[in-house]
């Protein structure tokens, strides 16, 4: 057990990929790392070093300190605006090469899941990612102060425990939302400046075009991984089309039970149930829908059921996450409002 | 003539894991095995463009010996030739492991100029072998393809990333990692279903890739998994409190911490 | 004995499976309410998969299946449209299984690979309205003329009839020789004179064109006879043999897509706060339901090996299609009632496997048919003695 401690006594202090979103704010998931990572630090007596690059990356500098870092490494230049996998990874090769952290913390996100695995094969040690949850284990097998990852696994059906013993450092991709991020003041943050450097006459990919922004094209019902449908508690097909407008902002698709389809408030390609489509959607928001097997059958897939029904017994809250129990035309209106306003903002 | 290898998988059908939403509980129907669903999608993307540039496409699979079930399926589809990388000194390997597995089996069998995988694998679920891949071969990783076209040596992709479509132009070889959402896999003709089963499957082990013991299976994985629990799919039915406005709220601000919403 | 199926047959099962659900499932429904053809893409795809053509030889475009695997094909079509697994059992055993058997090199090279890709769909017509299971009594009559039949008649309940490009047409060459005076001849749409007549308005497989079809002085040319011009009666009855191996399938499919769904609904409609499939009563019927069906398709299986093997199959063969076809009808009875008024209405699709399974024990020989040919079979058998 002494010989494992031994083998890392170089490496300590738990580092944080602080991600930039659309080069405009430090991404919510990175200040809910600072924030885990702070507890881990203080619980291993280490330091917590906020890592970001981005465009102008001192702008981002007085948020992230409010998280409590012991440092933030920044380096800024017009070639670091997005996320690149052919020059991220160089630059934090040799900043961990250079101070080796025990832990690296990164947010699940596409930029997270492209930067993680590679820095993971270049020190040749263990990444866990989509972790749903990050503590510190004393083991007497595996040496003191480990971090334990979870994640989940077999498609959500199993949640894995697994820890990087013998490799330094311990890397872990984190889901956003499953820690909360909280403002501290009180603690000196050093703030050192990283100078650019990179030879990018290296890259083999060029852009032939000026990229072009592009929201997600419409899916059919089956594939769509968000779902509004409604019933017959809607009552009218006034409330019924507003369900195009909150879909709209959500990114999703509508549907309905027989009602909607047999009173012509909508098409038969939008049914669900026994006769109609079968989804499997991350989201699933049913306005005034009682429940029937008919229609229940075709949505129990989905990861998260919400249901607005005025009846707070009716079936579907059986299998709801979330039961609201209001007017589901009103509660419609009412939630659109508010995405509206949140867009706003 | 191009030459591609994909990458494949043999899993548990995980997703047909069939849990009874009251109770929480799991039955034991992931017991049949599949190909990796990503990876029928990898296959597509090999040979669309076999039906459109001409080219021979190689399968290689890491894992038992029951795994020339999904090199057979390969064979169905319309690969040329198949491979097995099985050897019980890989057992246990983790996905860094398996990736140097595959990496250094696909530089004993190529030059390719194309190497695809499968996004994310549905048991392990990590999504990392594309990138350490790319890493280990030194190679461009290029994801959620759109359209593909090349011109000598050179691949012309269209894809997305993050909010951006962007066109780009990459020198090959190149590494592509496909999903579900790329394409339509076609269905295998019948003559080939007939005749799968009986074409030959190349055999690899530890011995052809070189290295030692130490560095494969268990013993060479860095992440070790202490201990796998059945997740409860139990429904929470957690009832909102307040007025209108107030659920509304708090609707938002659950959206917002299962990363529906986006801040 | 080895009952099980080979790795590369459940192969074919699982993609015909996917395929079926994938592809041609939202068809269905469609075909049935509205008395159409599938689409040409689907057609076409069809013949992509070697479906037109599952067991002719792969020089004609063909899979070379053999015929078990012929079966599994047939039956996972079925299960989804009992209307398109007809029309593809009939195409394949019917029409395009003799011209392979009883054609000349010139006629297979001809039409053979047309028929096998899909590029044209066939059927064969020998039922007229005067003539049914008394099919040695049709009036259909082929003059010869130099160097060409001139064929005049009518025919009745021609599968594919509506969409089909060529026929496989019993006609007489010499009424007063009853049944050596019967020849098979080779039709083409085409040819003059040859006219589709009314699509028939069928209780099911309204998916089939199933019609009427007229025959105006059609000039066939002699070297469309199949056979020979006496042999003709003798092909009908060896081409059935094969046929009801593939309706025996077509029933099979049927039957099963009814059983999974009352099955699948017993365990999920509760009554008295129970799910209705633990009611004995439910399940003695999904119990009787589960071993017919099974019962059908090892008697399909057994034929089907049989014939590949190249030995006598006319009895057992007309075995699998009697018991697969009272089963379905059975079976499709039972699993309505245990969906109830559900059951009743169309929305859902079990009244369609109903009204689908009931032409089983009727065409390509009647149930009563199937029994006079075992019956025939058994008196021979015992008269030994």
Known sequence: MARVDNKFKDYKDVWVFTEIQDHERVLEGALELLTKGREIADTLKVKLYAVVFALEAEQYLSVIERHAPDAIFYCSDKALKHYDSQIFPELYTRLIQKYKPSIVLFPSTEAGADLAPRLAQRFSTGLTSHCTDLSILDSHEHGRGILVMKRPAYSGNA?????????????????QGVFEKKETTGRKTEIRNIPFEFDLSKLRISSLEAPVRWDKPKVPLEQASIVVAGGRGLETKRNFDRLYELSEILGGEVGATRVPVFNNWCGEERMIGQTGKTIHPRLYLAFGVSGQIQHTASVVDSEIIVSINT?????????????????????LLCLIEHLKREKRT | MLSIIVCIKQVPDTQKALFDPKTGIIGRNCADNIMNPDDLHAIEMALSIKDMYGAKITTITMGPPQAVDVLNEAYALGVDNCVLISDPRFAGSDSLITSKVLSRAITRLG????????????????AHVGFQLSEFLTIPLLTQIHNFQINSGHAIIERLYGHEYQKIQVRLPLLLAISKNTNRVRIPRLYELKTCTDRKIHMMTMDDIGGSDQ?????????????????????????????????ADMLIHKLKKHNILKY | MDLSLTKSQLMIQKNMRKFATE?????????????KPLPDEIVNEMGRLNIWGIQAPVEHGGAGLDTVSYAIVIEELSRVSGSIGLGVTVHN???????????TPEQIERYAPDLASGRKIGGFTVTEPQAGSDAASIQTTAVLDGDHYVLNGQKAFVTNGGIGDLFLTAASVDLKKKIRGIAIFIVEKSMNGFEVGKIEDMMGMRGNMVSELFFNNVSVPKGNVLGTPEEG???????????RIGIAAQALGIGTAAYEAAAAYAMKRTQFDRPIGTFQAISFMLADMKTHLDASRLLIYRAADLKDRGLPYSTESAMCKLYASTTAMQVCLKALQIFGGYGYVKDLPVERFFRDAKITEIYEGTSEVMKIIIGNEIIKEFSRF
């Open chain 3, 233 to 243: 009666f003798k092909i009908s009855m060896q081409t059935l043999d094969i046929g």
């Open chain 2, 111 to 126: 030059p390719f100029d194309i190497i695809i995988t499968g996004c994310e694998a549905i048991d392990g679920n990590t």
């Open chain 1, 159 to 175: 949640i894995a425990t697994v820890i990087c013993p013998r490799t330094r450092p311990q890397m872990a991709t984190v889901q």
């Open chain 3, 93 to 103: 055993s019917v029409c395009l299984a003799p011209l392979l058997k009883f054609g």
């Open chain 1, 311 to 331: 009846n707070k017994s009716a079936p579907i809250t059986e299998l709801s996450d979330y039961v609201i129990t209001e007017d589901a035309g009103t509660f």
């Open chain 3, 23 to 35: 592809v041609l499932d939202e068809w269905a429904n469609v075909l049935d309410r509205e008395s």
């Open chain 2, 215 to 247: 560095e494969y299976g268990t013993a060479g994985s860095p992440t070790v998994v202490v201990d796998t629990e059945i997740f409860s799919h139990k429904r929470e039915r957690e009832v909102f409190a307040g007025d209108c406005s107030e659920k």
